[in-house]
């Protein structure tokens, strides 16, 4: 293991003003690094990853799969991790249980590889984080498919355990547009009797649809409102060499920041901009960011480009709708950020997901950001908030959860006055390098 497990309870000082410029390269984004890890350690032979995402997330998705026999090399930044694939049947019965840390996409993705393992059991348990978070979502569709999974709450909390079955292919609907439901289930009918067909509500991420038929599983796409995934067991996947592009849910921090602290010019090099995960582009289009997308690109099956953003002076409030949330996700935490130096009534509806991430997202940003003097309402599925006031520095809390952290790292430099945020390291679970990078671009 490289990366440290971030302690938690770091303070940091954060001081206000100071403009961000210079040329900044984003980690590895964490979807497609857990994919990569995942159906390299499925495929037959060698996979290569340039680019993985060296945090915390990723490494316990890697420490699972080495529990269960795989070849991993260790995951430095800067280095090509190297994965020999055990195929589609080589996983082992791991001899302890499965620590996915802080990260659904850890547990949701495994339930579904592993619940079609006949033969083996499998016990998978986190963080207290993941441990309050619904894994019902995944083991109700893999029930369906056959699949045997008991936890805690009738199987929706871990520690969860799997008792491999052999699976069947079902047609499954998704109650929610979420791409580790969808991934989990994919991952489980790639060895079920029989073909499965996957309809999600609205887009998720499709980097699992990418991915997958780039290693050589026969996965269709079809249909648009209620889009239909369809995959033939039977295929061998074979390794790959897969590049990571940059997380543009890491570059949102920087875009941001760009386009609201003064004195700003950024270039955020090498971001993957798949269109189901661009909404944050089309929200700044909408607040008039100044920001041009450069050097667009096709990198390893996925799009990729650098982007470009200087301080645009006064903001537009935005609206966040339902129809736009899944392209946007993980950005919420620090649009609601922006949306306090925005002019005029922001309001993000259609977003009660953001209570079953890592924290409730919509409670801690309501809380903290109101702790810096903003004006905030909190509904069951949303925000409303009134921007074109001043926040103050003062003592705020990442409640854990990186991306509050780095969003309210970016609402203390466009505060009034010093802030000291706690348990700051929780950074470490997506952007290890993130308090480094800011650093040397406010020099
Ligand atoms: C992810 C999907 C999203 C996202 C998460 C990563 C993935 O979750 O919030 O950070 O890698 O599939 P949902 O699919 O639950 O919305």
């Not at 403009?19 to 690094?33: A, M, N, Y």
């Not at 070849?71 to 620590?99: C, F, H, M, Q």
């Not at 990571?244 to 010019?265: H, K, T, Y």
């Not at 129809?323 to 950020?337: A, K």
Request: net charge neutral; charged share 20%; glycine share 12%.
């Amino acid at each position: 293991m490289s990366a440290k497990k971030s302690d938690n309870t770091k303070a940091r000082e954060i001081c206000s003003g100071g403009g961000l410029s210079g040329k900044v390269r984003v980690p590895g984004d964490k979807s497609i690094s857990h994919r990569a890890l995942l159906f390299g350690a499925i495929a037959e032979g060698p996979t290569s990853i340039k680019g993985l995402l060296p945090a915390e997330d990723p490494i316990s998705t890697a420490s699972c799969l080495r529990a269960m026999g795989v070849n991993i090399s260790p995951i430095r930044a800067g280095e090509t991790v190297r994965i020999e694939g055990v195929g589609l049947d080589g996983l082992k019965e791991p001899d302890e249980i499965l620590d996915c840390g802080n990260s659904g996409t850890t547990m949701r993705l495994l339930l579904g590889l592993l619940a079609g393992r006949k033969g083996r059991h499998f016990v998978l348990t986190g963080d207290e984080s993941l441990r309050n978070r619904p894994m019902q979502r995944v083991g109700h569709p893999l029930q369906l498919m056959g699949a045997e999974i008991q936890g805690r709450s009738n199987g929706n909390y871990a520690p969860i355990s799997i008792t491999g079955q052999k699976l069947h292919g079902a047609v499954v609907g998704t109650p929610v547009a979420s791409a580790q439901v969808k991934s989990a289930i994919l991952l489980a009918a790639l060895t079920a009797e029989g073909p499965t067909t996957v309809i999600e509500p609205a887009h998720s991420r499709d980097h699992s649809e990418r991915m997958l038929k780039a290693f050589g599983a026969n996965l269709q796409v079809g249909g648009e409102i209620g889009r239909h995934i369809s995959v033939q067991p039977g295929e061998r996947l074979l390794g790959q060499d897969v590049i990571v592009p940059g997380d543009i849910s890491s570059a949102a921090f920087w875009l941001i920041a760009g386009a609201l602290v003064p004195n700003s010019e950024l270039t955020i090099e090498n971001v993957g901009l798949n269109p189901t995960r661009t909404g944050i582009l089309e929200i700044m289009n909408q607040m008039e960011v100044n920001y041009q997308v450069l050097n667009r690109r096709d990198v390893a099956g996925e799009p990729v480009g650098d982007i470009r953003v200087t301080n645009s002076g006064r903001l537009k409030a935005f609206n966040l709708s339902e129809e736009i949330m899944p392209r946007l996700i993980d950005e919420v935490p620090i649009l609601s950020v922006a949306a306090c130096f925005c002019d005029g009534e922001s309001k993000i509806t259609g977003a009660s997901e953001l209570r079953v991430k890592e924290t409730d997202r919509l409670a801690v940003m309501a809380r903290q950001l109101s702790a810096m003097g903003a004006e905030i309402q909190e509904h069951p599925d949303g925000l409303t908030i009134f921007g074109g006031r001043s926040l103050k520095g003062t003592a705020i809390d990442s409640e854990t959860d990186h991306r509050v952290a780095m969003s309210l790292a970016i609402a203390a430099l466009l505060a009034k006055g010093d802030s000291t945020l706690s348990r700051s390291d929780a950074a470490a679970v997506s952007y290890p390098e993130f308090w480094n990078d800011l650093g040397r671009l406010r020099k």
